[in-house]
């Protein structure tokens, strides 16, 4: 490997990923340093791409540009490294109450739902999986992207190409460097001498990985209660929480109890628990990533704060990430992170 590369990004998550295919493709100088963490939030992830989300039906930011683009990207992946990490999937949300059917007919005909609302109807049989559902909606231009998969196929590519350190990054050559250095820690950020001042408030989550074998929704992903996502062969991934004052990031009983006693509210059938894991998010207060450069120390950079929705941002902000980087491309203001210019203390 070259010693001193023109850029070395720092994590090999959901964002060192992205951004190393695209700095890759525009014919820059790269290298990578991982250091996997269990917890690390690609590796326990669905990856869901879900263009309405939250209580109030919000139509998830810029999705009308982020979807299409994760797609295309997604699949250029997938077909250049012979890899199978991401699908379009079709995703039914339950209604559980009148109330909850009231405040979605209250919004479902504003024009920029309509492309999103999918008209075909669930079977009798495909219903009788669920209980405790008074209406449904199905919606499409969904989509899954296994994040810990697609963390694979890329880890194989970076080996292949000579371009990935399995080794954690040691901040004590960050200053000296001559690269550009990009850190991508996800909540790891939070150890980061130099990006520490950013508000990350990590949120931790439990899942369940389960068998099912009489559910019948294998072709939808579900929000109920919990998420139910179909991983094949009859299990299902199910999830989650979200704890903002964790105390470890293992998996708790509490959690377990919790996410069992939801998965039998929703569904009608027995299911097997296969795995219980946790993983962290690097959520951010105001919920927009952050991407950008260090206000003092100019060769260090971030790409960060993807929160809940890696899977649907990932794609677009590692490219304008790239753009920033290569062609001196403003950033966005809601993703700069000279928005928190203000919590730099004394460097
Ligand atoms: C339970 C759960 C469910 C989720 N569901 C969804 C979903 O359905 N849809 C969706 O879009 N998103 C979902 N997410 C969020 C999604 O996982 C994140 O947005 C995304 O994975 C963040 O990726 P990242 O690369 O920024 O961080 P990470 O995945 O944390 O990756 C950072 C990597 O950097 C490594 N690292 C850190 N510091 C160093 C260092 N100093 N040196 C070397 N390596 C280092 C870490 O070990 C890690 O591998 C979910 C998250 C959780 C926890």
């Known amino acids: 490997m070259q010693?001193?590369?023109?850029?070395?990004?720092?994590?090999?998550?959901?964002?060192?990923?992205?951004?190393?295919?695209?700095?890759?493709?525009?014919?820059?100088?790269?290298?990578?340093?991982?250091?996997?963490?269990?917890?690390?939030?690609?590796?326990?992830?669905?990856?869901?791409?879900?263009?309405?989300?939250?209580?109030?039906?919000?139509?998830?930011?810029?999705?009308?540009?982020?979807?299409?683009?994760?797609?295309?990207?997604?699949?250029?992946?997938?077909?250049?490294?012979?890899?199978?990490?991401?699908?379009?999937?079709?995703?039914?949300?339950?209604?559980?109450?009148?109330?909850?059917?009231?405040?979605?007919?209250?919004?479902?005909?504003?024009?920029?739902?309509?492309?999103?609302?999918?008209?075909?109807?669930?079977?009798?049989?495909?219903?009788?999986?669920?209980?405790?559902?008074?209406?449904?909606?199905?919606?499409?231009?969904?989509?899954?992207?296994?994040?810990?998969?697609?963390?694979?196929?890329?880890?194989?590519?970076?080996?292949?190409?000579?371009?990935?350190?399995?080794?954690?990054?040691?901040y004590n050559k960050a200053l000296q460097s001559k690269s550009k250095i990009i850190f991508c820690e996800g909540f790891q950020v939070l150890d980061n001498p130099y990006f520490s001042y950013l508000p990350l408030q990590p949120s931790k989550g439990e899942v369940l990985i389960v068998e099912m074998p009489d559910y019948q929704l294998s072709g939808y992903m579900v929000k109920h209660d919990v998420f139910i996502v179909p991983l094949g062969k009859q299990q299902y991934w199910v999830g989650s929480n979200y704890d903002n004052q964790f105390e470890t990031l293992a998996p708790t009983e509490t959690m377990r109890t919790d996410l069992v006693n939801r998965l039998q509210a929703a569904v009608n059938h027995p299911f097997t628990i296969l795995e219980h894991r946790a993983g962290i998010r690097p959520a951010v207060r105001g919920r927009k990533p952050l991407l950008g450069q260090h206000p003092v120390h100019k060769n260090l950079y971030i790409f960060n704060g993807l929160g809940t929705k890696g899977a649907t941002l990932g794609p677009y902000m590692a490219k304008h990430m790239t753009q920033y980087l290569t062609d001196a491309q403003a950033l966005m203001p809601e993703v700069d992170i000279q928005r928190f210019a203000e919590f730099l203390g004394p460097q």
């Open 3 to 170: 010693a001193e590369p023109e850029y070395i990004i720092v994590g090999q998550g959901a964002a060192g990923s992205l951004l190393a295919w695209f700095l890759h493709a525009a014919g820059k100088n790269i290298q990578v340093y991982e250091h996997t963490n269990p917890h690390a939030s690609s590796e326990v992830a669905a990856g869901i791409m879900n263009p309405i989300t939250g209580r109030t039906f919000v139509k998830s930011w810029l999705y009308d540009q982020l979807q299409p683009f994760a797609h295309q990207c997604y699949q250029d992946i997938q077909q250049a490294l012979g890899a199978d990490f991401y699908s379009p999937f079709p995703l039914v949300r339950a209604l559980p109450d009148i109330k909850t059917e009231n405040d979605w007919m209250a919004k479902s005909a504003a024009p920029e739902y309509a492309g999103y609302l999918n008209q075909q109807a669930l079977s009798e049989q495909q219903l009788a999986s669920l209980q405790g559902l008074q209406a449904y909606i199905s919606l499409h231009k969904s989509g899954r992207c296994d994040l810990k998969a697609f963390k694979q196929a890329m880890k194989q590519w970076l080996l292949s190409q000579g371009l990935l350190h399995e080794s954690r990054f040691d």
